[in-house]
């Protein structure tokens, strides 16, 4: 039984479905340019076939930054965030669970020396060394089970969460 919680559940379970009888098809390709403002200000542009998407990113002041915007490390956490309550909302309905609020705290761990070039990444690694993420779920009706069977379906299933927790092969060229 699938409840309502603001989203195409017969579209989400159809695609669901799609992928599971031809696995090829969930074999995707997501894109996004940046474009450089002015200072340490900065766009990633996502184009999508409905249109494109434009995030701002800066730095604090602290870090030279004129501070409009949330950096790119942060983006990482708030990403991480949202995916994992993309997750819940998405399996809470599929399973039938009524979810009334979803509210992740999502933190971590960065030593400035690496991004600074001022010690070698293999003794200070430049990104996050540790993330965490306390989940609270509201949901009245579901048991404590219910929810602990959400969140072991979730948590390993998060793109962003794989991405940030698995080496991932990454190509960077100069054009």
């Excluded at 004129?66 to 965030?81: F, K």
């Excluded at 599929?94 to 933190?107: D, F, K, T, Y």
């Excluded at 690694?125 to 089970?145: C, F, H, I, Q």
Aim: aromatic content about 6%.
């Amino acid at each position: 039984m699938r409840v309502d919680l603001g989203f195409n559940t017969e579209q989400l379970g159809t695609l669901i479905e799609k992928v599971r009888d031809d696995p090829a098809a969930g074999a995707t390709v997501w894109k996004a340019s940046t474009t450089w403002k002015k200072g340490l200000r900065s766009e990633a542009t996502i184009a999508r076939e409905s249109g494109s998407h434009t995030v701002p990113m800066d730095e604090p002041v602290a870090l030279g930054g004129s501070d409009t915007a949330p950096n790119m490390v942060e983006m990482v956490l708030g990403s991480y965030g949202c995916c994992l309550t993309t997750g819940f909302v998405a399996n809470a309905a599929l399973r039938g669970i009524q979810l009334e609020g979803v509210e992740i705290e999502v933190e971590g761990d960065l030593d400035l020396q690496g991004f600074f070039g001022l010690k070698d990444p293999d003794e200070v690694w430049p990104g996050y060394t540790d993330v965490r993420a306390k989940v609270r779920l509201n949901a009245p009706s579901a048991t404590a089970e219910q929810l602990q069977e959400l969140f072991d379906a979730v948590v390993p299933t998060s793109p962003v969460g794989s991405i940030i927790a698995r080496p991932v092969k990454v190509t960077t060229e100069l054009a």
